[in-house]
T-cell receptor, first 114, second 115 residues
């Protein structure tokens, strides 16, 4: 069974600083990979996704993620964080060519200091 | 991307009553819908998967008789929490997928509070 690890429960950054949220997965083949953001009391908003092709994926709100097969990682990055980026971030993997049922990481809470 | 709606966005009910939550795909045919539960500060927990016209497949530990799921059409799935109790209070999120999409689209969630 696949698993997703987000090793950081909380990350605190200053506004304007760069950000990297880590995500590692365990799966036999290359899965589909997603990053979602969730504001308090809200549903999930898709930031970006990787299915195949270019391993550097651009998303909304200035986010990007890089798929590294050798490290089984899909880390999320943003060069300059805004206060409005404070939220919960979830990495998810879905088996390619199958059920579309994602496995979510436990989430990383991003705190942004002014 | 495709749009999924949920109704209601929040509901408060008395213990022992039943509550129905609707999940609709607005601009695509959702052949498969999913229901998740999310506790505060935690990740999403998949409760069940439903294919249109078929019985839902429940995850281990989820009570089928308590969480009734119906997926009668390609645009609507419902989750009924029967005889709700305070421990059922949670944030319930649905998602949907269907051709030509190969990803899930999430609804905005429903906050259930059982008094």
């Amino acid at each position: 069974a696949q698993s997703v690890t987000q090793p950081d429960i909380h990350i605190t950054v200053s506004e304007g600083a760069s950000l990297e949220l880590r995500c590692n997965y365990s799966y036999g083949a290359t899965p589909y990979l997603f990053w979602y953001v969730q504001s308090p009391g809200q549903g999930l908003q898709l930031l970006l996704k990787y299915f195949s092709g270019d391993t550097l994926v651009q998303g909304i709100k200035g986010f990007e993620a890089e798929f590294k097969r050798s490290q089984s990682s899909f880390n999320l990055r943003k060069p300059s964080v805004h206060w409005s980026d404070a939220a919960e971030y979830f990495c998810a993997v879905v088996p390619s060519g199958g059920s579309y049922i994602p496995t979510f990481g436990r989430g990383t809470s991003l705190i942004v200091h002014p | 991307g495709a749009v999924v709606s949920q109704h209601p966005s929040w509901v408060i009910c008395k213990s022992g009553t039943s509550v129905k939550i609707e999940c609709r795909s607005l601009d695509f045919q959702a052949t498969t819908m999913f229901w998740y539960r999310q506790f505060p500060k935690q990740s999403l927990m998949l409760m069940a998967t439903s294919n249109e016209g078929s019985k839902a497949t429940y995850e281990q530990g989820v009570e089928k008789d308590k969480f009734l799921i119906n997926h009668a059409s390609l645009t609507l799935s419902t989750l009924t929490v029967t005889s709700a109790h305070p421990e059922d209070s949670s944030f319930y999120i649905c998602s949907a997928t269907g051709p030509p999409h190969n990803e899930q689209f999430f609804g905005p969630g429903t906050r259930l509070t059982v008094l």
